[in-house]
């Protein structure tokens, strides 16, 4: 879906400038799946500075009333979109639930952890789209829970393509605060990159299983 612009561009200054996005095209990290990566993303690092979190929590809400209406329940995506998720929830003054990776082996044995009721219209909070295999995982556990997904939101996307066709697979829309292409955009603009780095962004970004291999 189309992205407000200046948001954007805004959320994606405050990723680099509190370091929650390091750009090193010429010292990749290694992500867990084995792919080389020019950038390294942790969004958690947004709570800790509150004027951030604040913008980052009223741009969730507004691309919620913008793109999905007023869901009845909000969800996040453990573990990453747990506090998000309930800023949300709290700043919509809606009731907030969150889905574990998997249901628990004790107790109650339960996936999703909150009150909601069969039928309730939720969107879904998440952290970060990668391939986007954890928020279907979540999606799934909550259409099994008899709720009616509306809609998934981040803050922040790769952009790859594998990620939307996952998430048409399963006819679940997605929406996020900012991507790659603006984090790029910005962060040339603001020098944390040269343009000599530029190609090997992009290229990372089509192809990221076999960058720099």
């Given at each position: 879906?189309?992205?407000?612009?200046?948001?954007?561009?805004?959320?994606?200054?405050?990723?680099?400038?509190?370091?929650?996005?390091?750009?090193?095209?010429?010292?990749?990290?290694?992500?867990?799946?084995?792919?080389?990566?020019?950038?390294?993303?942790?969004?958690?690092?947004?709570?800790?500075?509150?004027?951030?979190?604040?913008?980052?929590?009223?741009?969730?809400?507004?691309?919620?009333?913008?793109?999905?209406?007023?869901?009845?329940?909000?969800?996040?995506?453990?573990?990453?979109?747990?506090?998000?998720?309930?800023?949300?929830?709290?700043?919509?003054?809606?009731?907030?639930?969150?889905?574990?990776?998997?249901?628990?082996?004790?107790?109650?044995?339960?996936?999703?952890?909150?009150?909601?009721?069969?039928?309730?219209?939720?969107?879904?909070?998440?952290?970060?789209?990668?391939?986007?295999?954890?928020?279907?995982?979540?999606?799934?556990?909550?259409?099994?829970?008899?709720?009616?997904?509306?809609?998934?939101?981040?803050?922040?996307?790769?952009?790859?393509?594998?990620?939307?066709?996952?998430?048409?697979?399963?006819?679940?829309?997605?929406?996020?605060?900012?991507?790659?292409?603006?984090?790029?955009?910005?962060?040339?603009?603001?020098?944390?990159i040269a343009d000599k780095d530029i190609e090997s962004l992009k290229d990372w970004k089509e192809e990221p299983e076999s960058w720099l291999k």
């Amino acid at each position: 879906m189309i992205l407000n612009k200046d948001r954007a561009l805004k959320v994606a200054e405050f990723l680099l400038q509190i370091k929650a996005v390091k750009l090193q095209p010429t010292e990749p990290f290694t992500w867990a799946s084995g792919w080389n990566s020019p950038i390294y993303c942790d969004n958690r690092i947004t709570l800790s500075f509150p004027n951030i979190r604040t913008f980052i929590r009223q741009g969730y809400s507004a691309v919620i009333s913008e793109h999905f209406g007023k869901p009845d329940v909000i969800a996040g995506v453990a573990t990453g979109g747990i506090a998000q998720g309930a800023l949300v929830a709290q700043e919509l003054g809606l009731p907030f639930i969150y889905v574990r990776s998997s249901a628990k082996g004790h107790g109650m044995g339960n996936q999703i952890e909150g009150h909601y009721e069969p039928g309730q219209k939720v969107v879904v909070i998440e952290d970060l789209i990668s391939t986007g295999g954890s928020s279907i995982k979540a999606i799934e556990a909550l259409k099994d829970g008899g709720l009616d997904v509306k809609g998934l939101v981040a803050t922040f996307t790769y952009g790859f393509k594998l990620a939307e066709e996952n998430f048409e697979a399963i006819n679940c829309p997605f929406v996020t605060l900012t991507n790659y292409d603006y984090l790029i955009e910005q962060a040339l603009k603001k020098k944390y990159i040269a343009d000599k780095d530029i190609e090997s962004l992009k290229d990372w970004k089509e192809e990221p299983e076999s960058w720099l291999k």
